[in-house]
Nanobody, 124 residues
């Protein structure tokens, strides 16, 4: 069993920044690809960013490339998402996800465990 707990969401003006955190427990964190997804009201959950187990590769959705940075701290079982130059269209619930024993995964079907989500609201 894997537990994922997100934090760091909130309300920010357009152009601002937020840093999301995800604390993982219960299974070897360092053997799992990790990712952030988001879901806006009335829309499907979509991929935002992913990182390989040893942080030797990162992947981004085109909509966030150059603005968001995913990182991880395997020693402390933490995943992060630094979000800069935020836009109103980034407003969504952001979810942390783990794909156990996968080296890379960018679709939600590949992820086994999910956090409860944290709300990010960007005002115009």
């Amino acid at each position: 069993q894997v537990q994922l707990v997100e934090s760091g969401g909130g309300l920010v003006a357009a152009g601002g920044s937020l840093r999301l955190s995800c604390a993982a427990s219960g299974r070897p964190f360092g053997n799992s690809a990790m990712a952030w997804f988001r879901q806006a009201p009335g829309k499907e959950r979509e991929f935002v960013a992913a990182i390989r187990p040893r942080a030797d590769g990162t992947y981004y959705a085109d909509s966030v490339k150059g603005r968001f940075t995913i990182s991880r701290d395997n020693a402390n079982n933490m995943l992060y998402l630094q979000m800069n130059s935020l836009k109103p269209e980034d407003t969504a619930v952001y979810y942390c996800a783990a794909a156990l024993y996968r080296s890379v995964a960018t679709t939600k079907e590949q992820y086994n465990y999910w956090g409860q989500g944290t709300q990010v609201t960007v005002s115009s």
